[in-house]
């Protein structure tokens, strides 16, 4: 999982690259599943396009042509954003 892509966004939330992290399958949600909005503090959706790998990538030194041929396929998805900050009001450093 990638976050904060965008140079805009990296100077709004003041730092240098994006962020990363690991999406594992406990974390997914299949089409017509649900979610328990008790569970969640102030939940939002953002529309993604989401890259499966099919082998893992390690670096350093990965090219963009490397991370492509790793893509098995290419899925549209809603991830859903949680917060514990009040608006989503933090300093990401």
């Known amino acids: 999982k990638m976050g904060l892509t965008s140079r805009a966004k990296m100077k709004q939330m003041n730092v240098e690259e994006p962020i ?5 399958e406990d974390m997914i949600v299949p089409n017509g599943g649900s979610i328990r909005m008790n ?4 939940p939002k959706v953002e529309a993604e396009i989401a890259f499966v790998l099919g082998e893992d990538i390690e ?13 098995a396929e290419l899925i549209p998805v809603l991830e859903v954003i949680d917060s514990r ?9």
């Open 39 to 42: 569970e969640l503090i102030h």
């Open 20 to 24: 990363y992290g690991y999406i594992f």
């Open 59 to 71: 670096g350093p030194g990965v090219t963009k042509e490397q991370v492509l041929e790793a893509v």
């Open 85 to 93: 900050y009040e608006n989503f009001s933090f300093t990401l450093p």
